[in-house]
């Protein structure tokens, strides 16, 4: 089955830096990449996805990209705020189904 | 529009009890989904279904039962409750339209075996 690794666990910024979060996956059927950011006590929220038939996708200050032949994804924060501090998740699944394999997260500290 | 509702938010079992955790939505969504949450890690799959009257096995779905009567309705099952179960459960829906529509998560329920 997939298996999702991330990395870092910890990442520690100062406000206006750029954060990078990375994801690897396993199975090469898997189409379908989103990324979630989770508040302490909260639910997690979409933030951006991307899908195996695109490169990169941007939303404002936030980007992710896709390397399909590595098998890995990124996520890329610029301009951070404090607002940004929160765990973020990266997952890989299908577009059909969706069963998500989520990778442990990411817990980014933006210090102003 | 509530969007996914569970409940309850916290919840105190014994060891060796069981009891239901509420999933409902109203955004007419066809899939739902249930995964746990331990402290520190993502999130894992419990179960899904893709419409009324389907369910289907996800990662971990040892310990637990679903059944999918309705399409608002998806409640999760736990029949012997054990301290590993300790957990934060969320339960997420989406519409099956065409391409990757995103999963809606609800606020989660806290559960903790003793």
């Known amino acids: 089955g997939e298996n999702v690794e991330q990395h870092p666990s910890t990442l520690s910024v100062q406000e206006g830096d750029s954060a990078v979060i990375k994801c690897t996956y396993s199975d090469s059927a898997s189409n379908y990449f989103p990324w979630y950011k989770q508040e302490l006590g909260k639910r997690p929220q979409l933030i951006i996805d991307?899908?195996?038939?695109?490169g990169e996708k941007k939303d404002q200050r936030i980007a992710v990209t896709l390397n399909k032949t590595a098998k890995h994804f990124s996520l890329h924060i610029t301009e951070t705020q404090p607002e940004d501090s929160a765990v973020y998740f990266c997952a890989a699944g299908n577009t059909g189904f969706q069963k998500l394999v989520f990778g442990t997260g990411t817990r980014l500290l933006v210090s102003p | 529009n509530a969007g996914v509702t569970q409940t309850p938010k916290f919840r105190i079992l014994k060891i060796g009890q069981s009891m239901t955790l509420q999933c409902t939505q109203d955004?007419?969504?066809?899939?739902m989904y249930w995964y746990r949450q331990d402290p520190g890690m993502g999130l894992k799959l419990i179960y899904y279904s893709v419409g009324a009257g389907i369910t289907d096995k996800g990662e971990v779905p040892n310990g637990y039962n679903v059944s999918r009567s309705t399409t608002e309705d998806f409640p999760l099952r736990l029949e012997l409750a054990a301290p590993s179960q300790t957990s934060v459960y969320f339960c997420a829906s989406r519409n099956s339209g065409q391409g990757s529509q995103p999963q809606h998560f609800g606020d989660g329920t806290r559960l903790s075996i003793l």
């Open positions: 955004m007419n969504h066809n899939y």
């Open positions: 991307i899908r195996s038939n695109v």
